[in-house]
């Protein structure tokens, strides 16, 4: 099993942060050269993901297309939120989103992303050479496109309303 932590400042309130961790279009934001589109296999595929709610992306990875399932399985707003696959490649997935306060106006990000490969040791072998790099950096991609639109005045743009939900 592959455990990654990621932290993340980001000069915005807390709520946004959270909210903007949420969206379906910051999330492709994030991952634009993958191809990564959400379709409508089941679940939502624009806005913010709710608790309960499920999302099936499509994005090519290694030269493959792939569909992975998540679904929001825990919620504590504005402080923590987490999916897990529900269906997808992996042997499994989560991935728990942890946002604090340091002031009204700075947010701590913190993910904590688990993962394990199938195929037992071929896929052990597969997350120690190449799949904890490659998601650490898809990781690392998609929170600077979380704290580059929350610091900029364009984040109304992917929350309803312009406000936090």
């Known amino acids: 099993m592959v455990k990654l932590e990621e932290l993340t400042l980001i000069r915005a309130p807390i709520e946004r ?6 969206s379906v279009e910051v999330h492709l934001a994030g991952n634009v050269h993958w191809g ?8 939502v595929t624009a806005g913010l993901i709710g608790m309960g709610q499920r999302v099936t992306w499509r994005a090519k990875h290694f030269g493959v297309w792939q569909r992975l ?22 042997q499994s997935m989560k991935h728990g989103h942890f ?3 340091l002031s009204p106006e700075e947010t701590e990000m913190r993910d904590v992303f688990c993962l394990a490969a199938p195929l037992g040791i071929l896929g052990r072998l ?11 950096a898809l990781l690392r ?10 610091e900029s005045p364009a984040w109304g743009n992917y929350l309803p309303s312009g406000e936090e939900q």
């Open 17 to 22: 942060c959270f909210d903007l961790a949420r």
């Open 126 to 136: 597969a997350e120690l050479v190449v799949l904890r790099r490659y998601m650490q």
């Open 99 to 101: 946002f604090r306060s």
């Open 36 to 43: 990564e589109a959400a379709v409508a296999e089941a679940g």
């Open 69 to 90: 399932t998540s679904e929001m399985t825990a919620m504590n707003r504005p402080t923590y939120f987490e999916d897990t696959m529900v269906r997808g490649p992996f």
């Open 141 to 150: 991609e998609r929170n600077a496109a979380i704290q580059q639109i929350a």
